[in-house]
């Protein structure tokens, strides 16, 4: 996000000359005066954690930050949205997808599913984008995009910054899913709009260059035989030494839209759409094969992108060669050979792993982690985590995760000032930088991945969540008093505490399935214990 990094340090600086007043509601000292206020704790899940209390701190401070970025805008399809945290008048694909995947834990304060809409409906129903009213801030000093009819007058127009952004709306539909249980959401997706088709089939055959009146940018994505050339800013990973100076055929774009079919068949299957699901089944069995013959490196065990030639690795290590895994592209010795990446404290691990880009790549920046040239940033880390969790290597996930986790709360602790941030140093608990300037504070924004889902699903260990079958998989390996409390899917509503001996406490207001440590139990209404 390099580009609309250096634009908000150009539009403080601007503020500062010129008087403008960001005191409008929605702009960003409206939403500072929030960043203390109280939540509801009763709309979120109440974690325990006796061994590290602060950690239980860090995720109430993320709950509160994002709340704070709860936005009404009236005028848009969807409004109250999530925020990314950064511009009021720009919202970006990959940072709304991956703050939903948190909000799903408390859909009743934070609206993460129904932010896509502000996406499925410019890009697919032409709806409008107006914000009704007016703002100062950014009427008057639109630097980052073409000026929109009417902005100077009765409003502005919101604006979808990358329209090539990964696309990652099935795989953000299908966790919200397995929450809520929820299949007229998925008939209406798939069968009613068919969003997620439409996306699927508009990824494949956008034009480098090509505009929209949605978008604030054009597409960098350049669709090949082989696969998507891409760009850092397209792509997320802004200054990435996986773009510097060549146009890589990108291992992500390709498994992102694996990853789509994937989903896409898993949701349609779902419903009963089993030809919809065959055909996108195809699909992910065509992606597959097209992955693990031309992007994997079997004397390196390693996803690569490809140079230009289509036979060349461009043998930069990132967590972003994960999204094969995440798509369910590998076998079980290809897993394995990649975790060894994240085991060595030399490449993708160390006391703080998933660095941006490997530490012994030429371009690792081992102090300010110079944005994506080696800082920690949580959506990738995330993403990276969830692929080894799914595909047999839990135990490595929830370690990782944990010192992910315990780098944000170290610099939460001891950095002032004591928020949480855009990413992180990869060494330091200190925030990163990008060049020279510190980065962006109160990120949550995506950067609340870490305090909530990482806390939740790899540290406490509820590692997934079937609200169709009523079925919770917890794995159970922290000492000390540990769980959730008020832990809500579909239907059910429950507490489920360890004491870190082996015995779990569990209320419950309706019947589920617990697997705990691989072992099914049935849990009724009510109250009741068990012990391993």
């Not at 089939?201 to 949605?214: C, L, V, Y």
Request: proline fraction near 7%; aromatic fraction near 12%.
């Amino acid at each position: 996000m390099m580009k609309r990094h250096n634009c908000g340090i150009l539009l403080i600086a601007l503020f500062a000359l010129t008087g403008v007043a960001l005191g409008e509601p929605g702009t960003n000292e409206a939403r500072v005066s929030r960043f203390g206020s109280k939540i509801d704790r009763s709309q979120f899940p109440q974690p325990i954690f006796d061994r590290e209390p602060g950690y239980v701190d860090l995720y109430w401070r993320a709950c509160e930050l994002a709340s704070a970025h709860v936005l009404s805008q009236p005028g848009l399809p969807q409004s109250p949205y999530m925020d990314e945290a950064f511009w009021d008048d720009t919202i970006w694909i990959w940072d709304t997808c991956f703050i939903s995947l948190y909000c799903r834990y408390a859909p009743q304060a934070l609206p993460g599913i129904e932010s896509l809409s502000n996406f499925y409906g410019p890009i697919y129903d032409q709806a409008p984008m107006r914000v009704l009213g007016s703002c100062a801030a950014f009427t008057n000093l639109n630097l980052w995009r073409v000026k929109q009819p009417g902005d100077a007058t009765n409003g502005f127009t919101v604006i979808i910054q990358h329209p090539d952004n990964p696309p990652l709306f099935a795989w953000v539909e299908w966790q919200y899913f397995q929450m809520t249980g929820d299949k007229a959401r998925v008939k209406w997706l798939l069968e009613g709009k068919k969003y997620l088709q439409k996306h699927y089939a508009w990824f494949s055959s956008i034009k480098r260059g090509e505009t929209f009146r949605w978008a604030n940018v054009p597409a960098g994505l350049n669709p090949q035989p082989l696969g998507f050339q891409w760009t850092g800013i397209a792509s997320g990973m802004d200054n990435s030494p996986r773009f510097a100076g060549k146009d890589v055929l990108a291992v992500d774009a390709i498994a992102q839209q694996g990853l789509a079919a994937k989903y896409i068949a898993q949701l349609a299957a779902a419903i009963g759409d089993e030809p919809l699901a065959a055909q996108y089944r195809k699909e992910h069995q065509r992606i597959r094969a097209l992955i693990n013959q031309h992007y994997w490196d079997d004397a390196d065990g390693f996803y690569y992108d490809l140079m230009p030639d289509g036979k060349t690795f461009s043998k930069v290590r990132t967590p972003a060669s994960f999204w094969p895994v995440l798509a369910g592209m590998t076998s079980p010795e290809q897993v394995r050979r990649m975790a060894e990446h994240v085991r060595d404290p030399h490449d993708l691990g160390g006391t703080v792993p998933w660095p941006s880009v490997s530490r012994n790549d030429k371009n690792f920046n081992g102090v300010t982690g110079n944005y994506w040239c080696g800082a920690i940033w949580l959506p990738t880390a995330y993403m990276a985590i969830r692929a080894l969790t799914e595909n047999g290597q839990g135990e490595l996930a929830d370690q990782t995760a944990e010192a992910v986790l315990k780098h944000m709360y170290l610099t939460y602790r001891d950095y002032s000032p004591h928020t949480i941030w855009e990413c992180y140093s990869p060494t330091q608990a200190m925030p990163a930088s990008h060049g020279t300037t510190r980065v962006r504070s109160d990120f949550c924004g995506w950067s609340a991945l870490g305090p909530i889902s990482l806390f939740i699903e790899n540290v406490i260990g509820f590692h997934s969540v079937d609200a169709v079958h009523h079925v919770v998989d917890w794995r159970m390996h922290q000492p000390g008093r540990n769980g959730l409390r008020n832990f809500r899917f579909g239907d059910v509503r429950t507490d489920l505490i360890a004491d870190g001996h082996g015995h779990v406490q569990v209320i419950s207001n309706r019947p589920y399935t617990l697997i705990l440590n691989g072992i099914p139990l049935k849990v009724r209404a009510g109250e009741q214990s068990f012990s391993l």
